[in-house]
């Protein structure tokens, strides 16, 4: 038993020292802008469905440690469904096409839902935080796919992104 507690121990050892907290990934250095397209696939509640796609707007800091900020808007059924700000920090993991980041997003609910009562609407919840965790892989130089864990981590959100610099 002593001997497999320290198999496991020594291959996250080396894990650990191939993730880097303090640098920019390949992927994602300073100044790199991400454009996403992001589609809720898989529901832990409500199984396998397809829900109208998230548009994504990133852009990453190009000052010291590895932040991005970002919009996000979700398109409309009828109404306009949610709308607002991301901030990831993004983690090197040594591979060149790998973008892994952990995710805030914060929710105008209360903007979207002044508009939705002022055109005698039915207001929706509103989310002031969400927490994900994304990552991406590079095919070629601009091309992405991009999966996120949803809200409270109860979906996953897949899609395209495409490097635009």
Same mark, same amino acid.
């Given at each position: 038993?002593?001997?497999?507690?320290?198999?496991?121990?020594?291959?996250?050892?080396?894990?650990?020292?191939?993730?880097?907290?303090?640098?920019?990934?390949?992927?994602?250095?300073?100044?790199?802008?991400?454009?996403?397209?992001?589609?809720?696939?898989?529901?832990?509640?409500?199984?396998?469905?397809?829900?109208?796609?998230?548009?994504?707007?990133?852009?990453?800091?190009?000052?010291?440690?590895?932040?991005?900020?970002?919009?996000?808007?979700?398109?409309?059924?009828?109404?306009?469904?949610?709308?607002?700000?991301?901030?990831?920090?993004?983690?090197?993991?040594?591979?060149?096409? !790998?973008? $892994?980041?952990?995710?805030?997003? #914060?929710? =105008?609910?209360?903007?979207?839902?002044? %508009?939705?009562? +002022?055109? &005698?609407?039915?207001?929706?919840?509103?989310?002031?935080?969400?927490?994900?965790?994304?990552?991406?892989?590079?095919?070629?130089?601009? !091309?992405? $796919?991009?999966?996120?864990?949803? #809200?409270? =981590?109860?979906?996953?959100?897949?899609? %395209?992104?495409? +490097?635009? &610099?």
């Amino acid at each position: 038993m002593k001997k497999l507690f320290l198999i496991i121990f020594i291959s996250h050892a080396s894990l650990l020292q191939a993730i880097d907290i303090w640098s920019y990934p390949e992927a994602a250095e300073g100044w790199t802008i991400y454009a996403s397209v992001l589609s809720p696939g898989v529901s832990w509640t409500e199984g396998f469905f397809m829900d109208y796609p998230v548009g994504v707007l990133d852009f990453v800091l190009p000052f010291g440690l590895p932040f991005s900020i970002g919009i996000f808007v979700k398109t409309p059924e009828v109404n306009l469904k949610s709308f607002g700000l991301r901030a990831a920090y993004h983690i090197d993991i040594d591979s060149p096409k !790998i973008d $892994l980041y952990f995710l805030y997003l #914060f929710d =105008f609910g209360w903007t979207r839902n002044a %508009l939705l009562v +002022k055109y &005698n609407d039915t207001p929706s919840e509103v989310y002031f935080y969400d927490f994900r965790a994304g990552i991406r892989r590079l095919f070629g130089k601009y !091309i992405a $796919l991009t999966i996120e864990s949803g #809200f409270k =981590f109860r979906s996953i959100y897949c899609g %395209l992104s495409i +490097k635009l &610099n």
